[in-house]
């Protein structure tokens, strides 16, 4: 670790998961950040997701334990059932698994606000600037030039310089875009997404994630409010999922794009799973969102000059593994960690990406193999009128193995994980 050097200034564009945690962990770091968030008013939005132990160790690191536990469900399992709500596969989450740390399961906008909070209280006044979009910029040997247009005043131009430019700036990144101008819009699955919560009785543990259907179709659902569930009720977090011909246009890759449930409910009018009703669950909300399930090919490079790509702006992934905030805050821990311990900005940018990119490129590609879904699908091609004993269909072994694997791959399976908590 070098002292050598101040610790600089780092201007971040996007106050999302991925931006909040890097000005967090870069401000414990010592290092002056200033945050560009391009709504105007930072509001709880979006619907759940997952963190998984190895970015909680992050959260928990700066401070946060107590307000996600208090929140967040601490996921207890997580459920593979086949289109018929015969199970595939079962394991313990997060601390049941023996983790040093728990999994959440949390409303996005519920983080978000909880991250945006601790920001507001640890930063320095005005270091957090909302309706401020990011414009162009501009890095040269020895910093980064950022313009804003600032919203609330006529768009009037902010100019900041910093050491560095780190863009946390999303699925639609405008750095990215500049950086590789052609390369168009996220890359579409074919399937898409419809996303909500409904309140339900508990089902399970009260704290299991269950994951039902194959690539096709699927229906995923897990409870999110702690707060529900110390009143004897569950917020459920349901994501339905249906592939779509191959020649259909995607919709719009809008977080807030709402439809109605006549869209895509017939196909699960009978997936009635014992305590887990699905059609009553889709009946039950009263926002749903639709989004195209996208990702974009890993990039060959993240940083040019003084600015860098991080989260969904450097890697975004289908959602099949539960993964997407998680790598975003391991990419926060990686670059604050860097940016003390290499003896100059360029050194710890270059640092930061040898680390995360190859990682992140990994956990993409194999979310496009269905990560660890692909028991699902396994138990559909071998079994698609259902089975007496899933041994007969897949060993014990073979599920095993691909649960393992997507552990190691995304960096989360136990050991590792207990090892950087000092278990
Ligand atoms: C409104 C919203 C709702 C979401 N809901 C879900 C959900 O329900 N489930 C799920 O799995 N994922 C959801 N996501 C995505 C999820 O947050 C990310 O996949 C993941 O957490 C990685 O975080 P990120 O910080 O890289 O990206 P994001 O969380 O998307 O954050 C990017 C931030 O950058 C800001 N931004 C964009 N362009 C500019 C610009 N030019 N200048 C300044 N700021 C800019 C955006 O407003 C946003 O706050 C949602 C994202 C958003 C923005």
Redesign the pocket.
């Known amino acids: 670790m070098t002292t050598s050097r101040s610790q600089g200034r780092v201007v971040i564009?996007?106050?999302?998961?991925?931006?909040l945690v890097t000005a967090l962990a870069l401000h414990r770091a010592g290092v002056e950040v200033e945050v560009?968030?391009?709504?105007a008013e930072v509001k709880p939005?979006?619907?759940?997701?997952n963190l998984q132990p190895h970015a909680v160790r992050v959260l928990h690191s700066l401070g946060l334990e107590a307000a996600l536990s208090a929140t967040a469900i601490q996921t207890a399992e997580l459920v593979y059932l086949n289109k018929h709500g015969q199970h595939i596969w079962q394991e313990p989450r997060g601390r049941a698994a023996g983790y040093a740390v728990p999994q959440y399961s949390v409303h996005?906008g519920e983080l978000q606000m909880i991250l945006y909070r601790a920001a507001l209280a640890t930063l320095p006044a005005g270091a957090i600037h909302t309706g401020?979009?990011?414009e162009r910029f501009d890095s040269s040997a020895t910093g980064a030039t950022a313009v804003?247009a600032d919203r609330a005043h006529g768009n009037a131009e902010i100019v900041v310089e910093g050491d560095a430019l780190i863009a946390?700036?999303?699925?639609?990144?405008?750095v990215r875009k500049t950086f590789f101008p052609d390369e168009g819009p996220p890359r579409f699955s074919g399937r898409i997404l419809w996303?909500a919560t409904s309140e339900a009785p508990p089902f399970l543990t009260g704290r299991s994630m269950v994951w039902a259907g194959h690539d096709r179709q699927k229906f995923v659902c897990y409870p999110i409010s702690e707060a529900m569930r110390l009143q004897g009720r569950s917020l459920v977090n349901w994501i339905a999922e249906l592939q779509v011909p191959a020649d259909a246009a995607p919709p719009r890759s809008d977080?807030?794009r709402r439809v109605d449930k006549s869209v895509f409910r017939e196909p699960f009018a009978n997936w009635h799973f014992g305590l887990i009703d699905v059609p009553a669950l889709i009946d039950a909300a009263e926002a749903i969102y639709e989004f195209p399930m996208v990702d974009r090919d890993p990039l060959p490079r993240w940083t040019h000059g003084r600015v860098t790509l991080?989260?969904?702006?450097a890697h975004?992934m289908y959602?099949v593994g539960s993964n997407?905030?998680s790598q975003?805050i391991l990419d926060a821990e990686e670059l604050a960690a860097q940016w003390i311990a290499q003896p100059d900005v360029d050194a710890a940018l270059a640092a930061y990406e040898s680390a995360r990119r190859p990682a992140t490129a990994a956990v993409v590609l194999a979310n496009r193999q269905g990560g660890p879904d692909r028991v699902l699908q396994l138990a559909e091609e071998r079994a698609p009128d259902g089975f007496e004993r899933i041994e007969n269909v897949i060993p014990r072994e073979e599920l095993e193995a691909i649960a393992n694997r997507y552990k190691q791959t995304a960096g989360f399976d136990r050991e590792t994980v207990n090892r950087k908590a000092g278990v």
């Open positions: 564009a996007g106050g999302g998961i991925g931006g560009f968030e391009a709504v939005l979006g619907v759940g997701i996005r401020c979009v990011l804003f946390a700036d999303g699925i639609h990144s405008t996303r977080w807030n991080l989260g969904d702006a975004p959602p997407g905030a975003a």
